[in-house]
């Protein structure tokens, strides 16, 4: 992955861990204020270098932007029939 983000783990009051990226910190911590419940989340740790795998799987996207295509898995082909279009899973 590239250094061009931020990784972060938060934990809420109900104790549910997340783990976030974002382009920065103020993101991340704007996130982390705005909680669903009206509670702040605690910012646990920040990562400086997560597994790309890691990142695509569990990794929640906070940024005002549209999530980066290099965070996103591509699709795998179907080689016995080449125009069958894959099944959006999100």
Avoid at 11 to 22: P, Q, R
Avoid at 68 to 89: A, M, V
Wanted: net charge positive.
């Amino acid at each position: 992955m590239s250094t061009l983000f931020i990784y972060a783990s938060c934990k809420d009051v109900n104790g549910k861990i997340e783990y976030l990226v974002a382009p920065s910190e103020k993101d991340i911590e704007t996130y982390c204020k705005n909680g669903v419940l009206g509670y702040d989340k605690a910012i646990l740790h920040y990562y400086t270098n997560p597994d790309p795998i890691t990142v695509c799987h569990h990794f929640i996207w906070v940024g005002k932007q549209r999530r980066p295509p290099i965070l996103n898995i591509s699709k795998p082909h179907d080689y016995s029939d080449p125009f069958k279009i894959p099944i959006e899973k999100w």
